[in-house]
């Protein structure tokens, strides 16, 4: 057996291994990721969709919404 069919053979079997580590870990990698986007997901529709605000924070809010009116306004019909 020649030299370079020996390392041949170990760089083909090294490279092969090294691919079938990348596409585990991608795999791995590709199912955290759907875990993790199944579980915001299931966050988001457990959360209420109508949220109860005290005064202070009602207006507060109205005090943003007047001045992105006035910004908005302002701008564009002087």
């Known amino acids: 057996m020649s030299s370079v069919s020996k390392y041949y053979k170990a760089a083909s079997q090294r490279a092969e291994k090294e691919k079938k580590e990348r596409e585990a870990a991608e795999k791995k990698r590709k199912e955290k990721q759907a875990a993790?986007?199944?579980?915001?997901?299931?966050?988001?529709?457990?959360?209420?969709?109508?949220?109860e605000l005290t005064d202070e924070e009602a207006e507060k809010l109205q005090k943003e919404l007047d001045s992105k009116k006035v910004s908005f306004y302002g701008s564009c019909c002087q």
């Open 36 to 51: 993790k986007q199944a579980a915001e997901k299931k966050q988001q529709e457990e959360e209420p969709k109508i949220k």
